[in-house]
Structure formats: structure tokens, C-alpha cells
């Protein structure tokens, strides 16, 4: 039996080795490379995503519509076009090669313009036990402009510590919404500031896909065109054999996780976390939510 890696492969010193080892072709070890160096990779999904771009776009301008709605999450409920896009093979080839574990997307976020979000590592929202087997897919739905709101990184901030909400001064038992813009958002820009770490905007073309690691530093750059769209989908993914939790509400100094109980977008089903193939306990809650989620599968517009 394979042993599955506690770390990403990319993330470990001996990714090069591994690499050599394993004889991948040289778009596969290009891809690896840059998630290790830069912490994000862009790969282009081909004529036939450019096709799925147009149809997602259209599945989902309804929701749009409607006023103050700035994203649908878990459109893929109801969009064919969302599913197929989230679910590529190509980029479960290239993370399984990258990670070393199997991937399985779990979430879908649909955009019609910027979302000027401030910067943060996804690793405040999804987490996972080993740690950093997470990461984002923004997938392009048309060509992206300067000055539409593109994403902003940071490149090599994956390679920072994890900051957690006790590192960023909240001791609470539960953090809140208000705890998360108060403390951690001004925090965690100035250690990206402190790093000197150069920003970059990912000006990428439809259907072609950034995607980064769990702790590379992004958000959403200024709307500086006013009227302009970024129609975009992101894509989050967990792997294989993994514990899901949300760090936002666990303190993992305690050893507390706020277990979650991921959908797996290709295949419809959840997925339970576990651990060295193992299942974890879960609260009543969290399982009830999960079985509410997949009977009514309903897109989220907010």
C-alpha cells in the first residue's frame, strides 16, 4: 500500500527529487515547480473549458440580477457547465502529481465583477489535517482587464507561517465576523508587508486557471474602470484521507476542529473527513447541515 505524503510534495525540500523519481512530463513538472517557487501555477483548460465559460455565464447571470448579489456560491448545483469546469481532469492530474494525494472540489464561487476582498491566505477559512492539503482554482470566464478588480497575490507567501486568529489577538472560544475584520485582516497585511513580498495581478485569459496554494496571500485588487465585469469562477479543493475543518471557529493549539463535512462537486456526495484512513467523529450539527445542503442543493447568492 502507497503511503499518501503528510506534507504537498511541492511544499517539501525534495520536490525536485520527486520529480525525477516519478518521470513526469515537462508540463506537469513545470506546473510543480512554480507551485513550489511561486506558491501558484497557471494552466490553460483548452478550447473546450472556453465553450463551458460561456454557458457558466450564462447559467448564472440570473442570480446577478438582482441587487447588491456580488457572488454565487455552489452554483454547480445547478449549472452543468459550473460542474464541468470545476471538475476538470486536467487540473485533478496536475494537483494530484503536485500534492500527492487525490483531489476533490468542494466548493464554487461565481463572480460577475471584482471582488475587492482584502488579502488573506485560505488557509483562515479551510484548513485541514495534515495541514496545506487545500488550494483555489480561479478560472477565468473572460479575458481579465487592469483595472476590472483582477486578483492580486503575492508570490512566495506560501512559504510564510500559517497565521492563525490567536496569533492575530483573538482569544475568544468562537471568533466572529466582526473578530476576522477587525484583527486578522490588518494583521496579516502587515506580515505580508513586513516580508516585502512584490504584488502581482493575474491578468489571465478565458479559460486558462490560476491556481495557488493553500497560503499564498491574495484578495481582490480596486475597481478602477467603473462598470466593468471580471465574470470569474473559483474553485476550492481538498484532497484525499484528510480531517475538514474551518480555522476561523477551531483552536488548534487546543487540538479543536470545527469539522466540516465537504461536498464533492464531481461526484455529488460528501465527502468524510478522516484521518490515516480513519473517520472522524462528527457532531450531529455538522452532519445534518451536510445532509440539509445535498437535499435542497441550492445555490447561495449573497
Known amino acids: 500500500m502507497t503511503m499518501l505524503p503528510e506534507r504537498p510534495w511541492f511544499e517539501t525540500e525534495a520536490y525536485e527529487d520527486y520529480i525525477v523519481r516519478s518521470g513526469f512530463d515537462t508540463e506537469t513538472a513545470a506546473f510543480i515547480r512554480d507551485m513550489a517557487e511561486h506558491g501558484y501555477a497557471v494552466v490553460d483548460l483548452g478550447d473546450e473549458a472556453r465553450e ?4 457558466a455565464i450564462a447559467d448564472t447571470r440570473r442570480y446577478f440580477k438582482r441587487p ?3 457572488r454565487v456560491q455552489d452554483a454547480w448545483y445547478r449549472s452543468r457547465a459550473v460542474r464541468k ?3 476538470s481532469s486536467r487540473i485533478r492530474e496536475l494537483l494530484r502529481a ?3 494525494r487525490d483531489p476533490f472540489p468542494f466548493q464554487t464561487l461565481n463572480f460577475e465583477a471584482g471582488s475587492q476582498q482584502p488579502l488573506h491566505a485560505d488557509t483562515i477559512h479551510f484548513s485541514s489535517v495534515p495541514e496545506r492539503f487545500m488550494c483555489g482554482v480561479w478560472i477565468a470566464l473572460e479575458d481579465v482587464e487592469e483595472g476590472a478588480g483582477p486578483l492580486v497575490y503575492h508570490p512566495g507567501s506560501h512559504k510564510l507561517p500559517i497565521m492563525t486568529m490567536r496569533e492575530a489577538g483573538v482569544n475568544t472560544a468562537l471568533p ?3 473578530d476576522y475584520e477587525r484583527a486578522f485582516v490588518p494583521r496579516f497585511a502587515e506580515r ?3 516580508a516585502g513580498l512584490p504584488a502581482r495581478h493575474a491578468l489571465i485569459k478565458k479559460g486558462w486557471a490560476f491556481v495557488w496554494a493553500a497560503n499564498l496571500a491574495h484578495g481582490g485588487s ?5 462598470g466593468s465585469t471580471r465574470r470569474s469562477l473559483v474553485v476550492h479543493c481538498y484532497f484525499e484521507d484528510c480531517l475538514y475543518y474551518t480555522p476561523m471557529t477551531s483552536d488548534e493549539t487546543a487540538g479543536r476542529y470545527d469539522l466540516r463535512v465537504p461536498a464533492n462537486v464531481r461526484t455529488g456526495l460528501w465527502t468524510w473527513p478522516r484521518l490515516n484512513g480513519r473517520p472522524a467523529q462528527m457532531r450531529a450539527k455538522r452532519v445534518f447541515g451536510g445532509v440539509i445542503r445535498d437535499v435542497l442543493r441550492i445555490p447561495f447568492a449573497n
Open 52 to 55: 463551458l465559460c460561456d454557458r
Open 68 to 70: 447588491g448579489i456580488s
Open 85 to 87: 469546469l470545476a471538475s
Open 98 to 100: 503536485a500534492y500527492g
Open 176 to 178: 466572529a465576523v466582526e
Open 192 to 194: 505580508i508587508a513586513a
Open 222 to 226: 480596486a475597481i478602477t474602470k467603473p
